[in-house]
Structure formats: structure tokens, C-alpha cells
């Protein structure tokens, strides 16, 4: 079920650190921790990485897809080999479930529902029902208030869903991503596209995590650039870190992301030759 | 029912473990008994002894209360209690164990996820690691109570940092020693013992095995609620005090930061809780942390008690289900029991909840010290309504508490009156298991309902005498230690963020000292001729005070002269009047404690005290002047006896840099604003006087009062202290003295110091105080822009790290990529 292989990916950052360090986190996302001891009025981290997209491999007349959100929903507390997963059933930081989610989700999640139509009917209600509005949100409005006023950015657009789902007793997470920044031939240019992404993911037993965009009404394919994965966004900020002395700063963040026709092994002939 | 009284039994007499005390103190008459009762609150007042209330807006603490009775427990008991406490502590270990590991505890359903999954206090990124010395428990505390028929039960676990087992070692060496003749006929088991267990057990936990490790006591800071004890522990055990700021993480290594540059630290004893130990990768809020902590300690570079993660466990929610986690992983029921509790995310638990809802108290269930725990029994049907409203919307972020009567204990030496008791007792890791200290921080509580509540009613503690059995132990009367060390000078392995302190608390005194005599020249006139103020003065001292910002323009402007100077005083929104730079003195000397002898911390404390409350009524002028003439008496008395007294190194030449120039400063400001104006014979003379030297003036020249003589005395005399040359020349000797990096150039402290010094020496003052004076102006100017940027290269030298930190900004990811699109 690979959608996405990283080819080659490095990070540089000015100044120099004095020293770096390469882990994973508790989700397995890669993390790099440098240190920075240099004064310095400007910190540059550029990451950056060649991969492989390839489609989503899911039918969804998949027999699997065809189990109710209740089964699923169930299945979560009785299978053993859905304990990785209970996890994301729970509240997080910023995503705290409540009956003004449920109430919200409810109208889509009807009894007997099949679970991967639910999802998609969940996804493009949050798509029609809320505004793209990037001056109406920052990192510290409350899920509550987005909630209420149906306005916002694609992270508070996945915080919902993923509050909705876990208040129905399902168990969701939140996706950090990139988008492709230039539409083929004849689609529309995606929303969001040339900066960080954020999307949710849902988990069914047997078969995994069922991403969903309900920024875009879609399910992510060879468009979307998974970075990493956490409870909330809390947990997969691209960046986080300590500077010591000084006075405000501030963050900008550029994305770029391009497609490269060639083929990975010519690719990487290129730079042995070079 | 009846509470359990532990002093009398139920026909009025004292149990027999209480007869020994009962008679002892039967045999004091009133006066002997108010002779103790002075004696121990003479010794707490010495100590000052205290315990700052979180919630009290100007940062004020109470003093400590104790009773004079202490709490007696005899040996069977205590045995039994003691063996039920170290099963309850590796219980939690094992639980700690589980839970940052396999978590088979939820795996296996004996308790839901939630609990740790939902848990705030879970630490993620701790998950998988593994603590050096491999105990997840070094100190453990529990709160217990006794019920109606006799069961001790528990009513809160700390797990992260307990506190109170150097109030309990306070509450020891007051009574210990006053009470020692039935201390040493008891037999009384001494506590400490327990402490170099500890001590051995934290030091054990140095990933490099050298003789001696460095062990510091990482403490939030002087404004946290138990600092007094984070300090007493520290000297008791011969660990360094330090705060998150003095440290920092290099590679994966922690280090302290002094003067000398960075030393190594292999343990750290923390009284930070978990999410506040490090803005990386916990609360990044946190300025009480060292960043990089999380990957030191996961890299086992550095020990920790407790490891970091352990907070976990102290979550009110885990109470519910001890328990079932004791048959799991012991197969045994809980030694030690908790008061009921229930987690109300359970359906039939929240239903018994619900169907007894007033005997209940309901309370976060992960453990939030700052919310209030909620009485159901004292809130209106409608309040209960809205309670239980709320508790179906997230079920599991609440527990129940049902509190048992607790047992009742005499309070003060006429046992007249009486209170519920609570007990707050300590284990530590010792090898495989756990020892207990034979004591415990008694508590006691007056109030009608006698709960245990945090930032409740005030509570008074009580020592608690566990008695000996063994006939062996030597009978002595507990005191401080006295540590075996080697020869040493200096005292470089300090961290530099004290000296920081001592700097500064040597600029507060100083600036209080100068300020004290400005206001002073005001007050004087109008108190001793009744007269009217020269005008010359009515004008110049307010104009001066604004110029040391004691006071602001607008002020000066609004408000005439005495008014100016009573603001001087009193006024505290003000950060320069006398009384806000005494209570920067005061947080100072809390701070610097373990570097002051204890008369140097008598005498400051005289100071501080002396305007440590705003007037109540007006003041008159009199009183006002009176109050000063104390107050520089007093800091007369702390420059003598550090002058005398202190050791040469280090901290005096950062005390006394902070004094020079203050000093240097001051004079040079009078110069500028006072003498300046005009240079009358008023004015000369209350400048002479301000800096002391009028009698030396007199002597010299008589009445001959003229400017270049009066402003050679005060600038250039460098046998005059209070001279603005014989400050510069005193720092030129401390700057020398200081490590430097390099003999040669000249530090650029020293490089100004110097030129200071050369303008001054080869100052023409004749020409300088000629016509308006510009000349001499611009000297005063020069020199306090001098002395200033000495000021700032000391800190960018010694003390760069005193600067904040603050976590990158988390927000604008997504916005501001939109705007780079567009």
C-alpha cells in the first residue's frame, strides 16, 4: 500500500548548527533537533526532498468499504490489532470531542451507513457548509468557535473533521502535508496549493487510514504530499524550537513543490554523473 | 460517626503512646508553656520560614505555622503503615513501568485508554525510554488520613516532584530541638537518615561513575509556592540551588553555566513538574525549564528524580482504578487503599455518582492543582444541575471523591482545641525497593468539614515522632550536618546567574542607600526649622529624581515637593521609590540566601521589613525622615558587615561592582541636575551633604563654600569613598580580578573603566565649573554613559544567559504561505 516514497530529502539550515541529531517521533514521524548556538537575527531551514507519488490503491467496492460506521466503530474496541489506532479516538491538545461535534456529524453518519460513504459524504458536507476564510482563524481559535461560525482554513477544516469522528466513537487523525502547486491539464488549481496542507485521516480495521481533504472535497491522491501524521497540529508543526535572548520574531514559510517528469532511476543517474 | 481521636481515647485519656508527652507537658505551668511556644516560633521567624500562596496577586507568602505538640505514632502502627506505603510506591512504579513501555495495563483493559492516551500528563515523546538507575520512582509522597475505624487511606499520590519533606525536616529540627527531653525519652527514630538515603539514592543515578557527581536541585525560582524548602533541602543535602535558566543542554549533555564556563551536571533533583521541564518538546510555554532537557534525559546523559513522565501517575483518575492495576500486576488487593474515588467516564460509577451526588467531591480528573475542587453537598440544585450537565459532556475528565471523617488531633499546648489530621508521608528508592521516612509532614486542619483541599484554608503542620524500638541507635538531637570537604578557594562551580543576583543586590541596596539621602535633604528643612524649603531645593530635588527615574517629568510637574518625596517613598507602581527597590531587595536576598551569612540576611531582612507594608494613615514628615534615618542605618549596617566580613572572591566583587555603580552613577547625576542648577550656596551644600562629605568640606575650607573645591571633593578626591574616582578605581580592581579569556586587550569593561578614569584624573575643574558649567556637564554625562555600558559588558560577559527564552511561534504556517503565494 505504498502511495509515497521519499527518494532523497535533506534539510539545510543557516546559520550552521553545532550540532544535529536524527530520531523519529512517537508517531514515527522523522524529526530532526539542531542547535543553533551562533547569535543570529535570521534562522533559514530549507527542507528539501524527491519522491515518488503514486495512485491510492482503493476500491471502494471493496466488500471492507461496505461495513457500517457502527461495525467499524465497534470493531475498534473489541479487535486487539486495533490498539495502535485507540489512540486517535481520544481527546488531543487541541481536538476535544463534544456532543456539538456529534451533533454535526450525526446527520451524515446515519444508522447502518457504510463507512467509506459516510466519509465522503461527511467530507463534502464540512466542503459546502464552511468558508475558506484565512483572516478568520490562527493557530489559537478554539475548534468550538470554527465550528459555530463554519469559517476557516484547511487545519481548522481537519480539526473538525477529526473532532466529528472521534466523537462518534471513530478514530481519526490529522495529516500535515503539501500540495501540488500546479493543476494538470484541465483540473482546477487546488486550494491551499503552494504552502503547508492539512487533511484527516480515518482508520478502518483490516484495511488502514482512509485519507480525506475536506478543504478540497477530495480524497488525497497524486496531489498530496503526506509530511507527517499526530493527534492535531500541535504535533506535527513543521517547525518548533527555543530561542534564547533577543525580541520578537517573526515565521515565514514558502512551499514549493514541482513535478519532475523524469523517471527516479534516471533521476538519480543524473547525479552520479554530475 | 465519630472521628477517630488519636490523643484520647474514648474515656478522655491519653492513649498510652501519649502518655510520655502527656506527662511532659503536664508538668509546664502557663508561663513555661508560652516560654515554648515563643521559643518555636522564634526559631521559625529566625528561618523565616514560609510558604507563598500561588493565587495572592503581589506575590506575598504566609509563615509557616506549626504547632508545638508534635503528632506521636507508635511503632507498630507506624510499621504496618510504612510496609503498606512502600507496596503502594512500587505498585505505581510498576504502573510507570507499564505505561511508557508495553502498556499492557490498557492493552489488557484494567484501565481504560483514556486515562493514558487522554492524559495530559502522558508524555509522548518519553514513551520507550529508559530512565537511568532504571527507577521510575526515586521520591514518592501520598497524603493519607485515618478514618473512623483506624484505616489509613490515601487521598493524593505525587509522583513528579513531591514537596514538603524539607518542611517535615524544618518542622524536625524546631522541635527536635526544644522538646528534646521527651524527644531523647521516646526514643524518637531521627529523620536523617532518610535524607542521605536520598542523597545516595540521587547520586547513585550519575551516568558517569566518578567519586563525586554534580547533583542540583532544579527550583521553579524564589516565587514558587514551597522555595523555602526548595533552598533548605539544597543546603541540607549540599546540592547546588539552581533554576532552569542557569543550566542548558549542549549536544545532549546538560550544563551548568558559571563564571568559569560550562560544567557538566549528572543529576538533577527537579521541583519542576513534568510538562514545565522543557519548552522543546513539552509545555513550550515554559520558562521555568532547560530546552533539550526531554533529549538529555532520553539520551541517559543525565539522571533525574523523578524521571521525567512521572507526574503520570499522581492524575486523580489512577486512584480509581488502583485497584484492579494491584490484582493485574501483583495479584493482591491494594495495601494501602484510597479514599473512594470513582472515574465518572465509567457509565455505573457516574450513575452511583449521581444517585449520591452531595456526598460527593468532584475534581478534574488529570489532576489540576489550580482548579478547585467542587463540594456537590454546598452548591444550590441549580449548580448541581449545571455540574452534572457538564460531567455528561466529557465524562472523563472528571473523578469523585468521597471524603471519610478524619481522625482529630489537639492543637497548641493547652490541647483546647482540635483539628483533622492529615498525613504527608515520604519513600524513597533505596536499591530494589523502597524506605520510608520514619516521620511525616503533619497538617492539620480547623476548619468545620476538616477536608484537605488544595489552596484551601490554611493548615498548621505538625512534626511527627514515630517512636524507636531499637535500643541501638544512638539518641541524638537532629541538627544540620556538617559535610567533610577539602580545601578549596573561590567558589567558581557556581552558577553565574547568582552572581547576577549578588550584582544586583548590591546595585537595590546602593540605589536604595542614595535615594534615601536625596529624599532625605528634602525632608530635613521642613522638620527641623519648621520653615519653608529654599526654593532653590523645592525645585532641584524633584528635578533630580526624575533624573535618577525615581519619579517621572509629569510627576514633577503635577505634584509639589513633599508630595514628590512621599511618592519617592512609598509609592510602589513606581520601580525606583524606596519601597519597590526594597522589595527588589527582598526577592534578591531570597535568591542569593545561600551565599549571605545569616546576620548579612538578618540585617537585610531588618531592611526590607521597615517598608515591607504601605502606610496605613498619612505620614507625617517626621516620621517619614525617622523611617529613613532607620533604613539607612540599616544599609550602613549590610555594607559594614560584608565590607568586613565576606570573602574575597567572586560574589563581593559583583556585589561590589553593583555598588560602585550605583555610587558613581548617583554622584554623577547630582552633578549634572543638583549642583548644576544654579550652584548656590543651598544647593552645594545639600549636595556635600547628600554625599556625606560636608564635614570633611568644613574642615578643609570652613564656610568657604565654593564650586571647584566642592566638586573636587565629590569627583576627583580619591580619598573621599563617596567620590565618583574612588568608585572607578574600586571596579577597576574587581574587573581585574574576574576570568578573562585573555590578559590582553584589555576587557572592554576595563578599557572604559580606564577611560573614565583618565578624564577624571586629568580633568580642569577650575575651567570646568567656570561660567554655565558645560564643561563639567559633559564629564557627568560621559561618565554615566560610561559607567552604564560597564554595566551592560558585565552582563554580556557573565550574565548573557539571565535573557528570556521563548518558543518559536507556532502559528501562521498555513497563512502565511497563502501571502507568499500571492
Not at chain 2, 637 to 659: C, D, K, P, Q, Y
Request: hydrophobic share 40%; proline share 6%.
Amino acid at each position: 500500500m505504498v502511495f509515497q516514497e521519499v527518494l532523497q530529502s535533506s534539510l539545510s539550515v543557516s546559520p550552521t548548527p553545532v550540532w544535529t541529531n536524527q530520531g523519529s517521533d512517537y508517531f514515527g514521524n522523522f524529526v530532526d533537533v539542531v542547535e543553533v548556538i551562533e547569535p543570529h537575527d535570521r534562522l533559514v531551514v530549507t527542507a528539501s526532498s524527491e519522491i515518488n507519488l503514486g495512485p491510492r490503491l482503493m476500491d471502494s467496492g471493496m466488500p471492507l468499504f461496505q461495513t457500517s460506521w457502527e461495525s467499524v466503530r465497534d470493531r475498534l474496541l473489541s479487535d486487539p490489532r486495533c490498539y495502535e489506532a485507540r489512540e486517535m479516538l481520544l481527546d488531543s491538545p487541541l481536538v476535544r470531542r463534544h456532543p456539538k461535534l456529534l451533533e454535526f456529524a450525526q446527520p451524515t453518519f446515519t444508522p447502518g451507513r457504510p463507512m467509506l460513504e459516510a466519509i465522503k459524504a461527511f467530507n463534502e458536507r464540512i466542503f459546502e457548509e464552511f468558508t475558506y476564510d484565512p483572516g478568520f482563524s490562527d493557530i489559537a481559535t478554539p475548534l468550538g468557535q470554527v465550528l459555530r461560525e463554519k469559517r476557516g482554513v484547511c487545519q481548522d477544516f481537519a480539526h473538525v473533521a477529526v473532532g466529528a469522528l472521534r466523537s462518534l466513537g471513530l478514530a481519526a487523525r490529522y495529516v500535515s502535508g503539501y500540495l501540488e502547486t500546479r493543476p494538470p491539464a484541465g483540473q482546477p488549481r487546488l486550494v491551499g496549493a503552494d504552502a503547508s496542507h492539512a487533511w484527516a485521516s480515518a482508520y478502518v480495521p483490516d484495511f488502514g487510514w482512509v485519507a480525506f481533504d475536506p478543504t478540497n472535497n477530495l480524497l488525497p491522491s497524486e496531489r498530496h504530499i503526506v509530511v507527517g501524521w499526530g493527534r492535531d497540529f500541535s504535533e506535527v508543526s513543521p517547525l518548533r524550537g527555543v530561542v534564547h535572548g533577543g525580541g520578537a520574531h517573526t515565521v515565514k514559510v514558502s512551499v514549493d513543490v514541482e513535478p519532475r517528469p523524469e523517471k527516479p532511476r534516471n533521476l538519480q543517474q543524473q547525479q552520479q554523473s554530475s | 460517626m465519630q472521628p477517630y481521636h488519636e490523643f484520647f481515647d474514648e474515656n478522655g485519656r491519653p492513649r498510652p503512646h501519649q502518655e510520655p508527652l502527656s506527662r511532659y507537658l503536664g508538668q509546664h505551668d502557663a508561663k513555661a508553656v508560652q516560654k515554648l511556644h515563643l521559643a518555636v516560633q522564634g526559631r521559625l521567624l529566625e528561618q523565616e520560614v514560609s510558604y507563598n500562596i500561588l493565587s495572592s496577586p503581589d506575590g506575598a507568602s504566609r509563615n509557616w505555622v506549626l504547632d508545638e505538640v508534635p503528632h506521636v505514632i507508635s511503632p507498630e502502627e507506624f510499621a504496618s503503615l510504612a510496609d503498606a506505603l512502600s507496596e503502594r510506591a512500587h505498585l505505581l512504579e510498576a504502573c510507570l513501568e507499564d505505561l511508557y513501555g508495553p502498556q499492557k495495563l490498557v492493552r489488557e483493559g484494567v484501565i481504560p485508554a483514556d486515562v493514558v492516551l487522554g492524559n495530559p500528563h502522558f508524555f509522548r515523546s518519553l514513551h520507550g525510554a529508559r530512565p537511568l538507575g532504571d527507577r521510575r520512582l526515586v521520591l514518592y509522597a501520598a497524603d493519607v488520613v485515618k478514618t473512623s475505624d483506624g484505616q489509613y487511606v490515601v487521598h493524593s499520590d505525587r509522583t513528579a516532584a513531591p514537596t514538603g519533606s524539607g518542611y517535615a525536616l524544618e518542622n524536625r529540627l524546631v522541635i527536635g530541638q526544644i522538646l528534646a527531653e521527651p524527644f531523647r525519652e521516646y526514643r524518637i527514630r531521627k529523620v536523617n537518615r532518610f535524607f542521605d538515603l536520598l542523597a545516595e539514592s540521587v547520586r547513585s543515578l550519575s551516568a558517569r561513575k566518578i567519586i563525586d557527581p554534580r547533583v542540583v536541585l532544579l527550583t521553579p525560582g524564589v516565587h514558587d509556592e514551597s522555595s523555602f524548602e526548595h533552598g533548605y533541602l539544597a543546603r541540607y543535602q549540599g546540592f547546588e540551588l539552581v533554576e532552569g535558566r542557569d543550566l542548558t543542554v549542549r549536544g545532549q549533555e546538560v550544563f551548568l553555566k558559571t563564571l568559569e564556563g560550562l560544567k557538566r551536571v549528572d543529576v538533577i533533583l527537579r521541583r519542576i513538574s513534568d510538562d514545565w521541564c522543557d519548552p522543546l518538546e513539552l509545555r513550550a510555554d515554559s520558562v521555568l525549564g532547560v530546552s533539550g532537557l526531554v533529549e538529555a534525559s532520553r539520551a541517559g546523559t543525565v539522571g533525574m528524580a523523578n524521571p521525567l513522565g512521572s507526574g503520570l501517575v499522581e492524575s486523580p483518575a489512577f486512584r480509581a482504578y488502583l485497584p484492579q492495576i494491584s490484582e493485574a500486576l501483583f495479584s493482591r488487593p491494594l495495601a494501602l487503599p484510597s479514599i473512594p474515588t470513582r472515574h465518572l467516564a465509567d457509565s455505573l460509577h457516574r450513575q452511583e455518582v449521581f444517585d449520591t451526588f452531595t456526598d460527593w467531591i468532584i475534581r478534574p480528573a488529570y489532576g489540576d492543582r489550580q482548579a478547585a475542587p467542587l463540594r456537590v453537598k454546598s452548591m444550590s440544585p441549580s449548580e448541581q444541575e449545571k455540574l452534572r450537565a457538564e460531567i455528561l459532556e466529557t465524562p472523563a475528565s472528571y473523578v469523585a471523591e468521597n471524603w471519610p471523617i478524619a481522625s482529630r488531633v489537639p492543637i497548641g499546648l493547652n490541647m483546647a482545641e482540635e483539628g483533622a489530621l492529615s498525613l504527608r508521608l515520604f519513600a524513597c528508592a533505596s536499591g530494589d525497593g523502597f524506605t520510608v521516612m520514619p516521620g511525616a509532614l503533619g497538617r492539620v486542619n480547623d476548619s468545620p468539614d476538616g477536608l484537605f483541599l488544595e489552596g484551601e484554608s490554611a493548615t498548621i503542620s505538625k512534626d511527627v515522632w514515630v517512636i524507636g524500638t531499637d535500643d541501638a541507635e544512638p539518641v541524638e538531637v537532629p541538627r544540620m550536618p556538617e559535610p567533610l570537604v577539602e580545601i578549596r578557594r573561590g567558589g567558581v562551580d557556581l552558577p553565574s546567574r547568582l552572581f547576577d543576583d549578588i550584582y544586583w543586590l548590591g546595585r537595590y541596596t546602593q540605589r536604595c542607600n542614595c535615594n534615601a539621602r536625596i529624599i532625605r535633604a528634602g525632608l530635613e528643612p521642613i522638620q527641623t526649622e519648621g520653615s519653608e524649603v529654599p526654593v532653590e531645593l523645592v525645585a532641584a530635588l524633584p528635578r533630580t529624581l526624575a533624573a535618577l527615574q525615581v519619579l517621572s517629568p509629569g510627576t514633577i510637574k503635577k505634584f509639589g515637593l513633599e508630595q514628590c518625596l512621599f511618592m519617592a517613598i512609598y509609592d510602589r507602581s513606581r520601580g525606583n521609590s524606596i519601597s519597590s527597590a526594597l522589595s527588589r531587595v527582598h526577592i534578591l536576598t531570597t535568591a542569593t540566601r545561600s551565599r549571605l551569612s545569616s546576620d548579612t540576611w538578618g540585617i537585610l531582612r531588618h531592611a526590607t521589613e521597615l517598608y515591607a507594608k504601605a502606610p496605613v494613615e498619612r505620614v507625617s514628615s517626621q516620621e517619614a525622615a525617622d523611617r529613613l534615618d532607620a533604613l539607612l542605618l540599616s544599609l550602613a549596617a549590610f555594607h559594614g558587615i560584608t565590607s568586613s566580613n565576606m570573602v574575597r572572591g567572586h560574589a563581593w566583587v559583583f556585589l561590589e561592582m553593583g555598588r560602585r555603580i550605583e555610587q558613581g552613577v548617583f554622584v554623577l547625576t547630582l552633578l549634572t541636575h543638583l549642583f548644576q542648577a544654579g550652584r548656590s550656596r543651598i544647593l552645594m551644600e545639600a549636595l556635600l551633604r547628600i554625599c556625606d562629605s560636608l564635614l570633611t568640606y568644613r574642615s578643609r575650607y570652613l564656610s568657604n563654600l565654593q564650586p571647584t573645591p566642592v566638586v573636587d571633593l565629590v569627583l576627583t578626591d580619591d580619598s573621599n569613598p563617596q567620590s565618583v574616582i574612588f568608585q572607578v578605581k574600586r571596579m577597576l580592581a574587581c574587573v581585574r580580578s574576574l576570568p578573562q579569556k585573555t590578559p590582553f586587550p584589555l576587557s572592554r569593561a576595563e578599557q572604559r573603566l580606564v577611560t573614565l578614569e583618565t578624564a577624571l584624573l586629568t580633568a580642569d575643574l577650575g575651567k570646568a565649573c567656570k561660567g554655565e558649567g558645560r564643561a563639567l556637564k559633559e564629564i557627568a554625562e560621559e561618565g554615566i554613559n560610561l559607567l552604564w555600558q560597564v554595566s551592560d559588558d558585565l552582563t554580556q560577559t557573565y550574565f548573557i544567559h539571565a535573557s528570556r527564552s521563548r518558543a518559536i511561534a507556532p502559528s501562521h504556517w498555513i497563512g502565511a504561505g497563502l501571502e507568499a503565494d500571492t
